[in-house]
């Protein structure tokens, strides 16, 4: 009996959140203010790292910048000043855990602590598999997805004592598709996508509904890690029109950030394609971009 009275509810349920996500398309969400609050930006010095941090420093969010290129992250953070924002810099190697714990103590000394993480530092190296030095597949992980591990559980004692906080995980449309020649990258987003996916589950787990949770995940970005990108079904984004699109997921606690925003479409239709369907479609979409193959660099 008590089955199908869940059974039940699930159903009212599921018909309730399509109506609610509905309504929401015509009405504009309501938007947090972050104001005040200690924002850790990850990969500051460049790219969405750089912009992501001017979009908090214009709603007055105190900074904690961290990138391994010293030059790169004091030229963010003062350009973050001149919009009015507290900032503090700090150079950190986040494939480095023992570097990472350090820091962390680091700002919570001289700053407090941290109630928004934007986990945006990535490492990529463009070659097909045989060309990819060992070290450079460990790099990737301990970047792209370690480094997530071990900052997030330095800051979350604090935010789950408070129930209050927020941590993002810069992903890429790659945790939920592939592409050949970036083989460990692919496979270090889609343990990104999982991480968010599982600490979200665990959050609500805990009953601590009060730390929110958001996964950045954009198409091709001009960061200039992949030389030459092209596609023709999708935009090459610019990374300020990204950190806009994540300051605007953050603001309203949005879990999962496509961009462009119809990539969820794509992602949805794909899962119920047989595999002749898609592999047309990745030769319609004609994805290039510089890579080393049979140790060699061209375009692919």
Same mark, same amino acid.
């Given at each position: 009996m008590?089955?199908i009275?869940?059974?039940?509810l ?11 996500s509905?309504?929401k ?8 203010s ?7 930006i990850?990969?500051?010095g ?17 900074l904690?910048l961290?990138?391994?290129n010293k030059h790169?992250?004091e030229?963010?953070a003062a ?7 507290i900032?503090?810099v ?7 855990r023992g ?7 680091q700002v %919570?000394? *001289?700053?407090?602590?941290? @109630?928004?993480?934007? &986990?945006?530092a =990535? ?5 097909d598999? #045989?060309s990819? %030095?060992d *070290?450079?597949?460990t790099? @990737?992980f301990?970047v &792209?997805?370690? =480094? ?6 330095a #800051?979350?004692?604090a935010m789950m004592q408070?129930?209050h906080?927020?941590?993002?995980t810069?992903?890429?449309?790659c945790g939920?598709?592939v592409i050949?020649?970036i ?6 987003k889609?343990a990104?996508?999982?991480?968010h996916?599982?600490?979200t589950?665990e959050?609500?787990a805990?009953?601590k ?5 958001s996964c950045?995940c ?7 890690f ?12 610019e ?5 806009r699109s ?7 606690n949005?879990?999962m ?11 949805t239709?794909e899962?119920f ?10 030769h319609?979409q004609?994805i290039?971009f510089?890579?080393v193959?049979?140790h060699?660099?061209?375009?692919k």
């Amino acid at each position: 009996m008590n089955i199908i009275l869940d059974l039940l509810l699930l159903l009212i349920i599921i018909i309730y959140s399509y109506l609610e996500s509905l309504v929401k398309v015509f009405i504009p969400q309501r938007r947090k203010s972050v104001a005040g609050e200690i924002v850790l930006i990850t990969g500051a010095g460049h790219g969405i790292g750089r912009h992501t941090a001017y979009e908090f420093a214009k709603r007055k969010s105190r900074l904690v910048l961290w990138d391994i290129n010293k030059h790169g992250v004091e030229e963010t953070a003062a350009e973050c000043r001149k919009l009015g924002a507290i900032t503090h810099v700090f150079v950190v190697d986040c494939s480095n855990r023992g570097e990472i714990y350090d820091s962390v103590n680091q700002v %919570k000394k *001289e700053v407090g602590d941290v @109630t928004i993480v934007v &986990n945006n530092a =990535g490492a990529i190296y463009p070659a097909d598999l #045989l060309s990819t %030095k060992d *070290e450079e597949i460990t790099k @990737t992980f301990e970047v &792209n997805i370690l =480094g997530h591990f071990w900052i997030t559980k330095a #800051l979350l004692p604090a935010m789950m004592q408070r129930n209050h906080g927020h941590i993002v995980t810069v992903a890429s449309i790659c945790g939920h598709g592939v592409i050949p020649y970036i083989i460990p990258y692919c496979s270090s987003k889609f343990a990104a996508v999982g991480f968010h996916r599982a600490l979200t589950s665990e959050f609500e787990a805990l009953g601590k509904t009060g730390i929110k949770t958001s996964c950045l995940c954009p198409v091709f970005v001009n960061t200039g890690f992949t030389k030459n990108p092209s596609t023709r079904l999708f935009p090459v984004l610019e990374t300020n029109e990204v950190a806009r699109s994540l300051i605007d997921g953050i603001l309203t606690n949005k879990k999962m950030i496509f961009v462009p925003s119809y990539l969820s479409i794509f992602l949805t239709l794909e899962r119920f394609l047989p595999e002749r369907a898609l592999a047309a479609i990745n030769h319609v979409q004609d994805i290039q971009f510089e890579a080393v193959v049979g140790h060699k660099t061209k375009m692919k």
